[in-house]
Nanobody, 123 residues
Framework: QVQLVESGGGLVQAGASLRLSCVASGRTFSTTTMAWFRQAPGKEREFVAGFSWTGSTDYADSVKGRFTISRDNAKSTVYLQMNNLKPEDTAVYYC?????????????????WGQGTQVTVSS
């Protein structure tokens, strides 16, 4: 089992920044890949950013150039730095883990979910 705990959400104005954190614990393995997803009210959960097994990153087109995913292996923590936030970024953000060398880009590929953290961006 892998446990994921997110933090860092909040209410901000458009143009502001937030950094989300996800601490992983339990039986993590080197082939576990990590990603962030989000779900806005009335919409399906969608991929935001993730790490491949090689350490390369990928982003949804809607956040490219504004969001940055990073990690601290010593702390078993993955971060999502979100800059220039827009009202359309409002959602619950979820940390996700997959026991596969290819990062999850679809919710159906995720093996473990965090509890989610709310991000609200006002205009």
């Amino acid at each position: 089992q892998v446990q994921l705990v997110e933090s860092g959400g909040g209410l901000v104005q458009a143009g502001a920044s937030l950094r989300l954190s996800c601490v992983a614990s339990g039986r993590t393995f080197s082939t576990t890949t990590m990603a962030w997803f989000r779900q806005a009210p009335g919409k399906e959960r969608e991929f935001v950013a993730g790490f491949s097994w090689t350490g390369s990153t990928d982003y949804a087109d809607s956040v490219k150039g504004r969001f940055t995913i990073s990690r601290d292996n010593a702390k078993s923590t993955v971060y999502l730095q979100m800059n220039n936030l827009k009202p359309e970024d409002t959602a619950v953000y979820y940390c996700a883990a997959r026991r596969h060398i290819v990062m999850p880009t679809d919710p159906g590929q995720v093996d473990y979910w965090g509890q989610g953290t709310q991000v609200t961006v006002s205009s």
